[in-house]
């Protein structure tokens, strides 16, 4: 039972939390108002057994007095005005007796019936009570009590049924079961607004955070209750703090820079004024390497800053419309034909400048490989971890193998040494999808050459632009 109490409360947790506070308040209500109806039920049930043994106690006296006002108790004066007394088998019998048990009077409805009288001593008022079933099965209450009526003593006993009080009771409990059911529904789906309208300052926080993550906005402004007020402010300061380490970071990133770069040049140009000394050159090899190295981490440094950045998007159909047409100038030789985007596409979830370097990187090394023609394509696709934007550049060069392609995004690796270009490009594309948390793949085109897809996180689309009007930029 606790296991399962346990993993109740852990899928509440996990889920929504307006489902959550729904369906408990649902099983509360439920238990809540099914036990108000039995307890109701049971008061209802006292009450009309109290009323019961009122009036059973209310005919003893009619009887009582009934026969003091008469000669004998075998009297036909003495009777109860309730036909119920009429009707045989009915529950209601009344019979009065004397001390020895003999039968001296008795209801129509008792003819034929034999009820003993009750065990038992008389309490303190000469009555004594018993639930008890008659011949026809019906379960009545038995009160008796013993009188003296002109000086002769007299056990007198009236009955009446339970079975009208459990049927009556049966019906109140089904009646009282409908409307608490209906109650039950009502107040659940009260529960139901009411926990939306309670959450809807999370959903407007959650939007604010989410426009902030798409570069809509650069902090939450919203105006929250005091529950997620002190969280507002919390985030904001994070924004906050998140930007000026970046800042600093960049700061200190080119205080390094400018800080390396004189004592480097001093070196090579010492090195460079005594050539013939070994070690002039072991200076100039190494302070070359450190140049590289220097740049290398400077660069991932600056790129890691810059996509850290959060509150940046950028139109990829633009950019790659903008790379298009540069390198159709830098090629023209080259054909590059760019499918046409639907008008749904969403936006890269990043800085623009970081699009161009990855895209135009690609785009490059296709000039360069292919013979004649190249094809761009822009896709948007949503896998589990949200949206993404699907960039697709294929040309019908030589293309790669898969040992090549592994190999050729390694840093610096070059497969032919005759094509101009450092061998970084690739690297530098792999090190800012790495960033971004995208993928690059290299593929065999159906043009014949090499594919490139390149799958970057998608912000929403910031606005409005048609194909026919990028293209008159």
Not at 59 to 75: N, V
Not at 143 to 160: F, K, Q, S, W
């Amino acid at each position: 039972m606790l296991t399962l109490v346990r993993k109740l409360v852990e899928r509440f947790q996990r889920g929504s939390i307006a489902t959550s506070l729904f369906l408990l308040s649902a099983v509360w209500l439920v238990v809540a108002l099914v036990a108000t109806a039995f307890l109701l039920s049971e008061l209802y049930s006292r009450a009309l057994d109290t009323s019961l043994t009122e009036t059973l106690e209310f005919h003893i006296e009619t009887l009582t007095d009934l026969t003091l006002l008469s000669d004998t108790p075998k009297s036909e004066d003495i009777k109860v005005a309730d036909p119920r007394f009429d009707r045989t088998g009915s529950g209601w019998y009344w019979a009065i007796r004397n001390d020895a048990g003999e039968l001296l009077n008795f209801s129509t409805s008792y003819v034929g019936m034999v009820l003993a009288p009750l065990p038992g001593a008389f309490d303190a008022t000469n009555t004594k009570t018993a639930i008890i079933s008659d011949p026809f099965g019906i379960k009545i209450r038995v009160i008796e009590r013993e009188v003296t009526v002109n000086d002769v003593p007299l056990h007198i006993m009236v009955t009446g049924s339970l079975d009208e009080i459990l049927e009556l009771v049966d019906q109140f409990r089904g009646q009282t079961l409908i409307v608490l059911g209906a109650v039950a529904m009502a107040l659940a789906v009260m529960s139901a607004i009411v926990a939306r309208l309670a959450l809807r300052p999370l959903q407007r926080l959650r939007k604010e955070v989410e426009q902030v993550r798409e570069g809509e906005a650069q902090a939450l402004t919203g105006a929250y209750p005091k529950e997620l007020a002190p969280l507002s402010v919390e985030i904001n300061e994070l924004l906050r703090s998140n930007t000026q380490v970046i800042e600093r970071a960049r700061n200190q990133v080119g205080n390094l820079a400018h800080g390396l770069k004189t004592p480097l040049a001093v070196l090579r140009n010492e090195a460079g004024a005594d050539r013939k000394n070994p070690l002039a050159s072991v200076v100039n090899s190494e302070t070359d390497k450190m140049t590289q190295l220097v740049t290398t981490y400077l660069d991932r440094a600056r790129i890691a800053a810059r996509s850290a950045v959060v509150g940046k998007k950028a139109d990829a159909t633009h950019v790659m419309l903008r790379l298009t047409r540069v390198m159709q100038k830098l090629h023209p030789n080259v054909t590059i034909a760019m499918v046409r985007p639907d008008a749904s596409l969403p936006w890269f979830r990043g800085d623009e400048s970081d699009l161009e370097e990855m895209a135009g990187n690609l785009l490059d090394n296709a000039c360069k490989w292919t013979k004649t023609s190249i094809g761009v394509t822009l896709l948007a696709e949503r896998d589990a971890a949200g949206a993404k934007l699907l960039i697709k550049i294929e040309d019908d060069g030589p293309g790669l193998t898969e040992d090549e392609a592994q190999k050729v995004l390694r840093r610096g690796v070059r497969l032919d040494e005759k094509t101009p270009g450092s061998g970084l490009g690739l690297d530098i594309v792999k090190e800012l999808v790495d960033v971004y948390g995208g993928s690059l793949q290299l593929k065999r085109s159906v043009l014949g050459g090499l594919l490139c897809e390149l799958r970057l996180p998608a912000a929403k689309v910031g606005g409005l632009r048609t194909f026919a009007s990028m293209r008159k930029e």
